[in-house]
């Protein structure tokens, strides 16, 4: 570690130049009190002086430092690159400080901590040693009473938690915990001595992060050291050294362009990522891609191989094989490496940890790796460690058992809101937040790196100064227009907790037993805690929320109060990001074109996508129509489903004009898979060539021949559905609707997805979705012209929401919130109920006209399609596979 001496460090005794705020004089009442003085409440105090408001920090250590004042166990450094894990808010300040190793020490990152805090003058606002016990909102006063253990008690307007994610150590719950009579130590509370292990019995208790960077080190004092291991984790060499040589020279280049692409990256790192998926490279780039990850020893880059290894299970083993492999490699026993071999989670749903030769070090002969899982510990008793076969005696004990993470530190006070509610109590079942920086009933309270943002996904120091400069705008601009308080609303809340989880679900992590999950706390409920859509997507949303006028916050003032009510995320995480992907791609639009090239494009298109799940057969084939053959492709349910099976008679989308057998198969596949029925996919005629009612035509002459010829199909005879999406889904409507009215074939449902049901465009949902989702208002415009003709449009063989609609065949249709045709759909199921036809609509949130068409793509449409197939399913009797 260098301080480089500065001209300006001077400057740091903050001239309150900007005052924007006459701050307090009243002893005991502030502007703002903060929690912790760690990297948060240092940047949060900073900030909080520059508005010129009065604040103090409180901290129960006896300096600043945070988590790096309390976790000085042996080993202890940081798992991003220090180069990245410093402020960037003064570009001052980033240049007087050097690092000395890539991953800098405990002690060189409280020293930084302590430097900056000197450098800005911060000392004289902390409250060092002193707790905050409890905070209650006054709703007379509009202001907080907050108590500490000394009792002191401030009024303050504004409270805010810096009290960081991993800071409340989990307290152990082990048989027999406390009876140890020898030296205990906990790795989150290291005394400031340090511990002298030289010669004695030790036992780590713990093998995340901590045990792994303390068990090296121990068991080079040690003289016997015995490791309890629960779950073997991954762990990767941190290569540590000096700062690599290329991100120094970046920074010495251009420090500012480098800070920015941190802030609008992933991650907090500027990373390039890959576009190259695992299942589908081959094994020589899987290879190269893993081992040049592995020589990088840095966390973002072994997470980031592949770029579907995160939600992909095949493409996650891939990584997480190859790094068993070198596991096996280290280790000379090869129980031993088979022991600390992770096979439980997928790699990357636990935090993942950098270690120097710790797999290593179970190769010298006084250390000894004890599996919990096949000789738990019954009890810790007054000389060492029993389990069932075996009693370890031991001189010391160290637990590395980890932390009640994100929410343990915020739950710890007593933090009352609005009518009497605890943030405990309100956050019984998980956490609920607005942008994981505010929470619904608590007033002027702010939480830094809270749940629902990206906090421990991201480079934290990144995540901290994008917090802070978030809530120092919101307090200046409520200043500004003289707001007293700001306070998130339900809809918000709710909408932001929803997306928090859809980012979470579409990845491996909720499947993990990990402190991200509260899965590591006894009683804690299960929730991804943290936000994983990025920290440039969340950014984004922050920003956005601020441009909107705070979107989703209540503002109140003696001037009045303002409400701009809202959810500021509601597509779905990955429908989003393809549409970003494609947007990238400048395609010109499809009603831009000739047909010919349309349909080119669409063909190009479907050639870059995964092909859909595997069904027991495919076959191609032609059935008579009106005026030629039409092809079709049968798609027969997995071999393990023996036959015969319900039919499904299935047309294809692409607006009567595009799409053809291949433009929906890996739909048919996914249909096929999921619901056990047999899928003839028809490729009806087309316009412009043939226009409207040809392709209505054929779909009725296909249901017509499939019917006929289920049992050669290896049908079910008489059990027969129709579906379609789009303008497919159009004339599977239309062809129940001639059916009927032919007096046959009898059908047992129709499943339209996103169905074109009218040629009327001025529904609510052309409005809101009529640009920007692929669909568009313009391109339906363009569909119908080549279809038909302005006369024929209110023909309910073109618009089925026009004809009679009695005695029709149960429908399931979906509509999705992004598409043009939402509301045509939702107009639909309601007529059709109301003509005594049972409705299953199933509302396709968050997504996209196109988008639960995109199998393994959009991960999100997976459980709507599963909804879709078990509605199918329901429209056949339960089948029992014939006796053979
Ligand atoms: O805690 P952990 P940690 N009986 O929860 C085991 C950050 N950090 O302090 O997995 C037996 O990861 C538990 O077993 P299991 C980093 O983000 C960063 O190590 O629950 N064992 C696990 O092995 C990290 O992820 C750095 O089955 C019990 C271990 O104790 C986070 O802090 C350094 C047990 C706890 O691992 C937490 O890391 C250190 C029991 N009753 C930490 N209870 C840097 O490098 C728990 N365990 C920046």
Redo the contacts with the bound molecule.
């Keep these: 570690m260098r301080a480089l001496a500065s001209p300006d460090s001077k400057r740091c005794l903050m001239p309150r130049e900007r005052l924007l705020v006459k701050s307090a004089t009243v002893p005991g009442r502030l502007d703002a009190v903060v929690v912790g003085a760690g990297f948060s409440g240092l940047y949060m105090l900073h900030k909080l002086r520059e508005l010129g408001l009065s604040a103090k920090v409180f901290d129960s250590a006896s300096d600043v430092g945070g988590t790096w004042y309390w ?1 000085r166990y042996p080993g ?5 690159p220090t180069t990245d894990y410093a402020y960037s808010f003064d570009p001052e300040l980033d240049k007087e400080w050097t690092w000395s190793e890539k991953y800098a020490t405990q002690p060189e990152i409280l020293d930084y901590l302590r430097f900056v805090a000197d450098r800005y003058g911060l000392r004289s606002d902390i409250e060092f040693s002193t707790s905050v016990t409890s905070a209650r909102w006054d709703e007379q006063e509009n202001r907080w009473r907050i108590t500490t253990d000394r009792g002191n008690e401030v009024s303050s307007r504004y409270y805010i938690m810096a009290s960081g994610c ?1 800071s409340m150590p ?1 307290p ?3 048989e027999g915990a406390g009876r140890f009579a020898g030296q205990v130590y906990f ?2 509370r290291w005394p400031h001595e340090g511990a002298d292990f030289t010669g004695q019995r030790v036992a780590v ?9 303390a068990i090296p080190l121990i068991a080079r004092q040690a003289g016997e050291l015995t490791v ?4 073997p ?1 991954f762990s990767i060499p941190a290569h540590n050294g000096p700062a690599p040589a290329d991100r120094l020279k970046q920074l010495a280049e251009d420090r500012e362009g480098y800070r920015h692409a941190a802030r609008w990256s992933r991650g907090g790192i500027p990373t390039e990522l890959t576009d190259i998926l695992g299942i589908a490279a081959s094994d020589e780039v899987r290879r190269q891609r893993f081992e040049a990850a592995w020589e990088q020893g840095e966390l973002f880059a072994i997470l980031g191989v592949f770029a579907d290894q995160g939600f992909n299970p095949a493409s996650n083993d891939i990584v997480a094989e190859m790094i068993r492999e070198k596991i096996r490699s280290a280790v000379s026993d090869p129980e031993t490496a088979e022991t600390l071999s992770p096979k439980d989670h997928y790699f990357g749903t ?2 993942p ?2 270690d120097t030769s710790y797999f290593e070090t179970f190769n010298l002969p006084h250390v000894r790796l004890v599996d ?1 899982r096949r000789q738990p ?1 019954t009890s810790i008793t007054e000389d060492g460690i029993d389990t069932p076969d075996e009693s370890f005696d031991i001189d010391a004990l160290v637990f ?4 009640d ?1 994100m929410t343990g530190a915020l739950v710890g006070v007593d933090v009352v809101g609005r009518d009497g509610l605890s943030l405990k109590e309100k956050w019984a079942a998980g956490p609920s937040t607005y942008l994981g920086l505010t929470t619904v009933g608590f007033p002027n309270f702010f939480m830094i790196t809270g749940p629902g943002s990206p906090s ?1 996904l991201s480079n934290m120091t990144v995540s901290i100064e994008q917090h802070v400069e978030w809530i120092a705008d919101c307090l200046k601009d409520m200043s500004t227009e003289g707001f007293e308080t700001v306070e998130p609303t339900e809809l918000a809340e709710s909408g932001w907790d929803q997306h928090v989880r859809d980012c979470g679900a579409i990845t491996l992590y909720p499947t993990a ?1 990990s ?1 991200y999950m509260g899965a ?1 706390v006894p009683g804690k409920p299960r929730v991804f805690l943290p936000y994983i859509g990025g920290v440039d997507a969340y950014r984004r949303a922050c920003d956005d929320v601020a441009a909107q006028g705070y979107l989703g916050f209540r503002m109140t003032g003696p001037r009045g109060d303002r409400c701009q009510d809202g959810v500021i995320r509601r597509m779905q995480p990955d429908v989003a990001m393809v549409l970003d992907m494609i947007a990238q791609l400048g395609l010109p639009p499809l009603d831009a074109l000739p047909v010919a090239d349309a349909r080119a494009m669409m063909a190009a298109v479907a050639t870059a996508r995964p092909p859909g799940p595997e069904v027991g057969e495919v076959i191609d084939g032609v059935m008579p129509g009106p005026d030629g053959d039409l092809p079709y492709r049968l798609y027969r349910p997995p071999s393990s489903a023996e036959g015969p099976h319900p039919i499904v008679v299935y047309f294809h989308g692409g607006g009567w004009v595009l799409g053809d057998l291949d433009s929906d198969d890996p739909l048919c596949r996914d249909l096929c898979a999921r619901s056990g029925a047999i899928v003839v996919s028809v490729n009806y005629r087309h316009a412009p060539e043939a226009r409207f009612p040809a392709a209505a035509q054929d779909a009725f002459t296909a249901v017509q021949w499939v019917d006929a010829n289920a049992a050669m199909l290896g049908g079910i005879p008489g059990q027969l559905a129709v579906a379609g999406w789009s303008a497919g889904a159009n004339i599977a409507a239309v062809a129940c609707q001639l059916a009927r009215d032919a007096g046959g074939p009898r059908l047992s449902g129709q499943l339209l997805l996103t169905p074109v049901v009218d040629s009327d465009m001025t529904r609510l949902s052309y409005t809101e979705n009529g640009d920007g989702y692929i669909l568009t208002t313009a391109l339906m415009r363009w569909f119908w012209d080549h279809y038909a003709n302005p006369a024929d449009r209110g023909d309910p063989r073109a618009a089925p929401l026009r004809g009679h609609l009695e005695g029709l065949p149960p429908a399931c249709i979906v509509a999705a919130d992004f598409d043009p045709l939402r509301d045509d759909g939702i107009a639909y199921a309601s007529a059709l109920g109301a003509s005594g036809t049972p409705v299953h609509l199933i509302r396709a949130r968050g997504h996209t006209h196109t988008s639960l068409t995109m199998v393994d793509v959009v991960i999100s449409g997976a459980p709507v399609r599963a909804e879709i197939a078990a509605a199918l399913s329901d429209f056949f009797p339960a089948v029992t596979a014939p006796a053979r």
């Design positions: 976790n202890a450094r940081c798992d991003i991993l989990k152990p719950d082990i790795t989150s208790i713990g093998t995340g992060s901590s045990g792994i960077q309890f291991q629960r779950t984790n636990k935090r940890c950098l919990l510990i590395a058992t980890g932390f993470a421990v037993n402190w590591n």
